[in-house]
């Protein structure tokens, strides 16, 4: 086991820059969780960790080793490919035994290892298969499989959990987790699902359009995200962002909406207004921050129901702010209907500012 | 209620069967049309040189013989002892051929697949070039070029021309090949503990045999019914391949048709062998890619 260091990392492809000058470190045993949009930039980063494509500029470090130069085949890892990348000729038995024929090992000791990989993940069944024989869930688990039967400085997982049905899915992560802290494995683990970062990583990195946005523990990404991207991108349903108008008078900070209603500020969120670079403020308020009445309350603003989606034991209803759709949730038990009156109290406590020219969350101090 | 969707569905394919018959038709009449003479030349190769010349001709020899086969293969005949020096010669040079072909061929498709060098394109332009021109047009020159290098009368000479033509589409349906072979089996191979060598012998070899084995074919045959390169570049007697030796030494005796025909039909055989054997890969081979998987 080992740590990760990104120095600076850029990689360019053309004129376009897939990966913008990241930097980060994941210590020895830590699960990292890289989450973003398509394209941001995820797959590269893990193959430039992995060695597999040339660095443009930057320094990657595994233990204490730089490993720039390093062939991914001495840099002692272990990767899960996107597309699972299984050998076509081989079947699931000769997949599984590959890297450790390559590391020459004796053949009973590899019979062993596949063969107990092959019992974690469920398919004693499917070893003689070739993969062209195997459903997509089964592929990605011998994926899956192919990374585990060898004992790696670090793992390297691209999305291993995206075409498995959600009851295979959560079986496989508490296995991944599980596997995780047995072995105390350095995890670097790419995903499109937040559910699968938050439940599974020590950490999470959070990048969109090549730049790291923020890295952080999961609880402080979703409490305190550092800007306006990553408000809306952790946490589902999405971070409300409404755009307010701030101004100060007689020592009071209201923000105003397009509409004409406005909102005091605590004394503690008007110090973070005032670190503001322009009078426009973003207010950002998760689903169940926000307090709705369905009669008129003293204090909260008026809006309109725009609609309403049951989804069980919780009801989501939509309604438009100064041109923002704001997310809230309410009881099922709560009578609400599309096009009804509602008025709606934002929490001071768990409320978000964020300055609207930088998109930078602002501070108190 | 059930009847009417039956009946849509129903109708669609008895026109697909109706089209399915006129190419069973058009396969049936190509099948004709290329097997006959072929037929022929078999009957007429086990017919005596008297049956041969007979009109209207006997549809089944009288009484069929081997005496063309076993003239053919007496080493002790003159006839023998010229034709299995050709057939030798033949072999050698499109076997020789064939190797270097591949040799040099499967390297070449995967750095044009793989790598991103400079003048990438443009090679790869240059390679296809050579195939918009017709062969003849390079005859004179090769043959300058051949007499320079000293090559003229070696099998030499040929092998090297029989490459000029065969790589360029070796290349390119090679390269089609790797094109399709994901980068990713690669990069999975070389995190397994492969170098970029290892990966390729024994990730993506494997996986191309198919396209090897095409290319290999493709080669073998060109090489080996050659005639025009052959008939210019080569003067001794010893040294002819079995196009122009059939050619030469059956026009120099008077024509003598059964075994003209024993000649060409042994001289299919090793085409037909090979292509029954590798059939299969062949196939794959040219159909490859046309689905995505
Ligand atoms: N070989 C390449 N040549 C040119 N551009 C590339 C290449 N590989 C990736 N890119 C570009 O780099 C950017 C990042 O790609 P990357 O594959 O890392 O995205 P990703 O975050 O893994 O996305 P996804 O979630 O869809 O897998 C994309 O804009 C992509 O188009
Ligand atoms: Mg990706």
Same mark, same amino acid.
Do not use: D, Y
């Given at each position: 086991m080992a740590h990760v260091v990104l120095r600076n990392l850029v990689k360019t492809y053309g004129p376009h820059t897939a990966v913008n000058n990241v930097s980060l470190t994941v210590n020895d045993g830590e699960f990292v969780a890289l989450v973003g949009p398509s394209g941001c930039g995820k797959t590269t980063t893990l193959n430039l960790v992995a060695g597999l494509i040339p660095i443009t500029s930057g320094d990657i470090s595994i233990g204490d080793r730089v490993v720039n130069d390093v062939d991914p085949k001495n840099r002692d890892i272990a990767m899960v490919f996107q597309n699972y990348a299984l050998y076509p000729q081989k079947t699931v038995y000769k997949n599984l035994a590959f890297p450790l024929q390559m590391r020459r090992l004796p053949r009973d000791e590899i019979d062993r290892k596949v063969k107990e990989a092959a019992r974690v993940l469920d398919m004693t069944?499917?070893?003689?298969r070739k993969p062209r024989e195997l459903s997509g869930g089964q592929q990605q688990r011998v994926a899956l499989g192919r990374a585990l039967v060898r004992d790696p400085a670090v793992f390297l997982m691209d999305e291993p959990l995206s075409n498995l049905d959600a009851k295979l899915r959560v079986q496989m992560r508490s296995e991944i987790k599980r596997f995780h802290q047995d072995l105390e494995a350095t995890i670097i683990y790419v995903t499109h699902d937040q559910l699968e970062a938050v439940t599974m990583a020590d950490k999470m990195a959070v990048m969109n359009g090549g730049f790291l946005q923020q890295y952080d523990s999961p609880a402080q990404v979703f409490n305190h995200p550092v800007n306006m991207f990553v408000a809306s991108f952790i946490g589902s349903p999405a971070m409300s962002l409404i755009p307010l108008e701030a101004s100060s008078a007689n020592g009071r900070t209201v923000l105003t909406g397009e509409e004409g209603w406005s909102i005091e500020l605590s004394p503690h969120n008007a110090r973070k207004v005032e670190?503001?670079?322009? *009078? *426009?403020?973003?207010?950002?308020?998760?689903?169940?921050?926000? *307090?709705?009445?369905?009669?008129?309350v003293p204090g909260?603003?008026?809006a309109k129901a725009y609609t309403v989606e049951p989804t069980g034991d919780i009801t989501f209803v939509q309604a438009l702010l100064s041109g923002a759709v704001v997310n809230i949730s309410v009881p099922p038990t709560m009578p609400v209907a599309p096009d009804q009156p509602i008025w709606l109290e934002f929490d001071q406590e768990r409320m978000h500012l964020f300055d609207g020219a930088t998109e930078m969350a602002l501070e108190a101090d | 209620m059930t009847s009417? /969707?039956?009946?849509?569905?129903?109708r669609p394919r008895k026109s697909i069967d109706g089209w399915r018959w006129v190419g069973r038709l058009f396969l049936a009449l190509m099948l004709f049309y290329t097997a006959v003479p072929m037929i022929w030349m078999l009957i007429t190769s086990i017919k005596s040189g008297f049956a041969a010349m007979q009109f209207p001709p006997q549809w089944w020899p009288n009484e069929p013989t081997l005496a063309s086969y076993y003239k053919l293969l007496d080493p002790t005949s003159s006839v023998g002892n010229d034709f299995l020096r050709f057939f030798w010669n033949s072999l050698f040079v499109s076997v020789s051929t064939t190797i270097l072909a591949v040799i040099v061929a499967v390297p070449a498709a995967y750095a044009f697949s793989r790598f991103d060098f400079p003048g990438r394109k443009f090679l790869f332009f240059t390679v296809l070039l050579r195939n918009m021109f017709p062969?003849?047009?390079?005859?004179? /020159?090769?043959?300058?070029?051949?007499?320079?290098?000293?090559?003229?009368?070696?099998h030499g000479s040929l092998v090297l021309t029989y490459l000029t033509f065969g790589l360029p589409l070796a290349i390119w349906l090679l390269k089609g090949f790797y094109d399709n072979i994901p980068h990713q089996l690669e990069q999975a191979a070389r995190i397994d503990g492969a170098s970029r060598f290892q990966a390729f012998i024994l990730i993506v070899m494997p996986l191309s045999a198919p396209g090897i084995i095409a290319t290999a074919i493709y080669s073998f045959i060109g090489a080996w019914n050659e005639y025009i390169f052959a008939y210019t570049f080569l003067n001794k007697n010893d040294q002819l391949t079995l196009p122009i030796g059939i050619q030469r030494f059956f026009s120099e005796n008077t024509t003598d048709f059964p075994g003209l025909m024993a000649a060409s039909f042994m001289m299919s055989v090793p085409v037909v062998v090979l292509f029954l054997l590798l059939q299969r890969y062949f196939v794959r081979a040219l159909t490859e890619g046309a689905v995505k998987h």
């Open positions: 069944h499917l070893l003689e670190r503001s670079t322009t *009078k *426009k403020v973003v207010l950002g308020a998760r689903h169940s921050t926000i *307090k709705l009445s369905t009669s008129p909260a603003i008026p | 009417m /969707p039956s009946n849509v569905a129903t062969a003849v047009i390079f005859l004179v /020159p090769l043959f300058i070029l051949m007499r320079l290098l000293g090559l003229v009368n070696t």
